[in-house]
């Protein structure tokens, strides 16, 4: 989160100084390790907020990578990460050398290609060096480097009072090790190690001085490997082996997946962008498969970010959701924990490893401070099982569920209203606990901060939806009188709800309900959450979408946090104003639920089109919630993470609601109620859609009043119901 550095609230803020998409940088992901480059494959000790560098379990590993040619900077030809987002290729070229004298080198006369990647770790580098040149030439290649070790949170901004020792560097012919023995008593090592052996070998860089003749090539492989501990340093495998193991396992992540594709390149593009980012944001654990939530702050367990992205690819990977009911599963609150905002049945927030996180410099080594973490695990669970017919899974996570909606009745409504509301009880965790948990995002229609305990209007939707959902899974496990008690509780929040959320002179929900009871009478997209969760009354739902799509709130690009008329907007603030792609998918799911397709073609239409601005056609965490200017594209927001798991999957979200799209895996069905593909579109293709135990390839057409859809291969009883 972006926040003023001298506010007690924001100690663990992230520096804005300058914006990540609009540096260039060039991101890498494998379990627990992530990279940030610039474009030219270094890393800069002094760079975009200086957040490049090698990172592995919450440490940055390496803190500078510098290469040269006698002694400079080299001319960028091309940069890129692949569509599979596993290797990063750099094209460059050498400058006129030496510069400013005898002239022995002409520009361009030297390739010098860089590939990257991340395997075990490591990061592997292969740096190939062609001369194109008629004659022979001697050249130096420099490789310097450094390693800090920070903590992530000290490089986000956190400052700290004390800090463990650096080590002298250890030296052979072909390797260095940097390490650093941590206030935790832990030592961290960067082993690099180079191939062939260098000419020098320093604590601070290498040095080749290469021979080439013309045509010829060298190649240099460089591995930097993280190791923690007492881990002993594993003997890395060649660059293509390790490359190949890579590609293996990430392809594995996908192999029973289902796949789309359509008349349009360019959507193409963004659903394949789409689902590489997700794969690439996902870490096995014993659990099973986990989406971390993004790079390069949020690259750790968060709860609702991966339940929600979960939720959004449930119809393309549904193992995944099943890991991440597992791992939710089992790091479930069992205890009261202030320290921690933790309570029995509570879900996980966030988990952070490293050194701050072991010694309690900061509280989120196991934060349980979320609201809606908890409702929407039971969600994700019924989501679950309605896509599989996976009984089995319900039933060992029973009681899992049962106390997730255990803590809903006795802990999540702190005052008995039937409301449920945060209020923290560590003095360090966060002062909001909803998905805008930045410190500015809960106030009043006059600008004054809503004081808890804080009651949101989407999280009573998310309870709803937890009982509707909670009492089908109870009914699949016999448990009737449970069943009949959670619908019970439903119907009566519905109610309520409506009472005391509703504003007429808003045409929607108030954004929450503050410790005295106090509507906080404010247009935001919380209120169009309300439609993805089905607790907003059916008379209520169109009303509420055109007010959602009104020129204050949809901004051309999407839907905005926060109305243009109202005191706190800013559409450079980081919940104020700006557009989540995320929020939109749910938003776009809730107004299909509800039909109002026109209404979801916009948002997707809108959002898809933001993409074709974007280098690599990501959609980032969130942008600014600026107007949509002719011939200009949406504004980044400085220190948005990107790639994010749950904006990949915003691509999903909205290509589902598009087609009101409903799998019912326990009864062998899909559904289709009143699909439409934008302008755009002509035809989409889904192939290995699962069903329960069958799967489908389907292919939909757009005709001018309706879709058309048609069955191209069917693999068990699968049933294709379409509702116009």
């Known amino acids: 989160m972006t926040r003023p550095a001298e506010d007690e609230e924001d100690r663990f803020q992230i520096l804005a100084t300058a914006s990540l998409t609009l540096s260039g940088a060039r991101v890498l992901k494998q379990g627990d390790t992530f990279a940030v480059f ?104 420099e490789v310097a480097f450094a390693a800090d070790f920070a903590d992530v949170f000290e490089v986000r901004g956190t400052r700290r009072d004390r800090r463990g020792t650096i080590k002298s560097p250890e030296l052979s012919d072909s390797s260095v090790v940097l390490a650093y023995t941590g206030l935790d008593g832990l030592e961290r090592r960067t082993r690099l190690a180079f191939d062939p052996a260098p000419q020098v070998c320093a604590p601070d860089r290498v040095l080749y001085r290469l021979h080439l003749a013309s045509m010829a090539t060298r190649e240099i492989h460089l591995t930097v490997a993280c190791e923690v501990g007492d881990d002993a340093p594993a003997v890395p495998p060649s660059f293509d082996a390790a490359r190949a193991e890579a590609v293996g396992v990430l392809r594995g992540f996908a192999v029973h997946d289902c796949t789309v594709d359509s008349s349009s390149e360019q959507f193409d593009d963004w659903i394949c962008r789409s689902l590489a980012d997700l794969r690439m944001m996902i870490t096995r654990t014993p659990s099973g498969l986990y989406p971390y939530a993004g790079v390069p702050w949020f690259s750790t367990p968060f709860g609702r970010d991966a339940i929600i992205t979960a939720l959004a690819a449930l119809w393309v990977s549904p193992d995944l959701a099943r890991g991440v009911l597992r791992f939710l599963a089992a790091t479930q609150a069992d205890r009261m924990d202030p320290a921690a905002d933790a309570e029995p049945g509570k879900i996980i927030h966030e988990i952070r490893s490293g050194e701050m996180a072991a010694l309690g410099e900061i509280p989120f080594r196991r934060y349980y401070g979320s609201v809606d973490s908890t409702p929407l695990f039971v969600v994700l669970a019924a989501a679950y099982h309605e896509h599989t017919g996976d009984g089995a899974t319900i039933a060992e996570l029973w009681p899992q569920i049962e106390r997730a909606l255990m803590w809903i009745e006795r802990y999540g409504d702190l005052d008995g209203d039937g409301f449920v509301e945060y209020g923290r009880r560590s003095e360090h965790g966060l002062l909001h606990q909803g998905w805008k948990d930045s410190h500015d995002a809960i106030f009043h229609a006059d600008g004054s901060p809503a004081e808890g305990p804080i009651a949101l209007c989407e999280v009573q939707g998310y309870v709803y939806a937890a009982c509707e959902g909670g009492a089908r899974l109870a009914e699949l496990l016999g448990d009737d009188g449970r069943a009949r008690i959670l619908r019970a509780r439903a119907e009566r929040l519905r109610a309520r709800f409506d009472e005391a959320f509703w504003c007429e002179e808003l045409e929607g929900y108030a954004l929450a309900l503050d410790g005295a009871k106090r509507p906080c009478r404010v247009r935001t997209s919380n209120a169009g959450q309300c439609l993805f969760s089905g607790i907003v009354l059916p008379e209520r739902a169109r009303r509420l979408a055109d007010r959602l799509l009104a020129e204050d709130m949809f901004s051309g690009w999407g839907i905005r946090t926060v109305s243009t008329r109202e005191r706190r907007y800013n559409p450079m603030s980081y919940h104020n104003g700006s557009i989540w792609p995320h929020d939109n998918g749910l938003i776009a799911l809730g107004l299909s639920r509800y039909n109002l397709t026109d209404h979801v073609l916009r948002v997707m239409q809108g959002l898809f089109e933001a993409t074709q601005h974007s280098e690599l056609s990501r959609l980032p965490e969130l942008f600014c919630g600026f107007t949509r200017r002719p011939g200009a594209g949406p504004t980044n927001y400085p220190v948005a993470c990107s790639p994010q798991a749950w904006a990949a999957t915003t691509p999903l979200l909205l290509l589902q609601a598009a087609l009101g799209m409903t799998v019912e895996g326990a009864e062998g069905r899909v559904r289709f109620l009143r699909s439409a593909l934008p302008p755009a579109l002509e035809r989409i293709s889904i192939r290995n859609l699962r069903v329960g135990a069958g799967t489908v390839d389907l292919a939909l057409h757009r005709h001018p009043e309706d879709v058309g859809i048609h069955i191209i291969g069917r693999r068990g009883p699968v049933e294709i119901v379409g509702i116009k």
């Not at 001319?75 to 510069?99: A, K």
């Open 38 to 141: 610039d474009r030219f494959g270094d890393i800069r000790p002094w760079g975009v907020l200086g957040a490049q560098g090698l990172y592995h379990d919450g440490a940055r590993f390496l803190s500078a990578l510098r290469l040269r040619l006698e002694g400079q900077p080299l001319p960028l030809l091309s940069s890129t990460v692949g569509d599979d987002n596993i290797v990063f290729v750099v094209d460059m070229m050498n400058p006129d050398l030496p510069p400013g004298g005898e002239l022995l080198v002409h520009h361009g006369t030297l390739h010098v290609a860089r590939e990257k990647f991340l395997w075990q770790a490591a990061c592997h580098e292969r740096i190939q060096i062609t001369n194109y040149g008629p004659s022979a030439v001697e050249i130096d290649l």
